[in-house]
């Protein structure tokens, strides 16, 4: 056998090991994360959840910066953003629609699919983010929400009266909710199935409710 296909094989399988191994305390580094929040998680207690050195860690992750970053990456919060807009855009655009709606179909599994895949970075960036860029990302997503929602605001509603301030107070009331209602889902102990099919009545409700508001 070719002694450069046996290097280059033995090259592939000790690769191929690294990357494992990087996989395994990533695993292990979100897992801690999401028990302790960045501040008072240590790479020791990261090294004893998968029972490796903490030196082995830092073989991989020249810090602890690092290391979340690479479990808790900002695109994840560009795409939560991205998804959360089209989802507002969506939802008021086809409000008061009867029949089925593929779009609105799809952005609620892509809503679910999101929080499914990434309920404990979702969690950590919401609630134990302190000592970490994400620190004031609940209120970003707050912002976000209201000014999404102020191009389809009415200046009269069937079933109520409001006033403009009082309309921002009750929006921003709204978007709190929605995000301690999905917070509240993804911190519970429970199957991947389950949190589906609850995620699904929120939507549901929160959307028969606020249908309610927008007549």
Known sequence: MNSLFII????????AKKDEVKKEIESAA????????FVDAKMSDIADEIQISV???YTYFKNKKELFYSVVPPSLVDYLKN????????????????T???????????QINLLTQYSMQIVIIFEKNKGTIYSNAKNELIDLMIETKKPYLKN???????GTDENMILLNIIANNVIHMTLDLL????????????????????LH??????E
């Open 187 to 206: 911190k519970r102990d429970m199957s991947a199935d389950s949190r589906k099919r609850v995620f699904e009545a929120l939507s549901l409700y929160r």
């Open 83 to 98: 998804v959360l807009v089209e989802s507002i855009h969506i939802d008021n655009q086809t409000f008061f629609e009867e």
């Open 8 to 15: 280059g094989l033995k090259v592939s399988i000790i690769q």
């Open 30 to 37: 979100l897992k801690v994360f999401f028990r302790k929040g």
């Open 156 to 162: 009269t509603y069937k079933r109520y009266e409001i």
């Open 55 to 57: 030196g082995n860690i």
């Open 209 to 214: 409710g606020l249908k309610s508001l927008n």
């Open 100 to 110: 089925h709606n593929e779009k609105k179909s799809a952005i609620v599994q892509e």
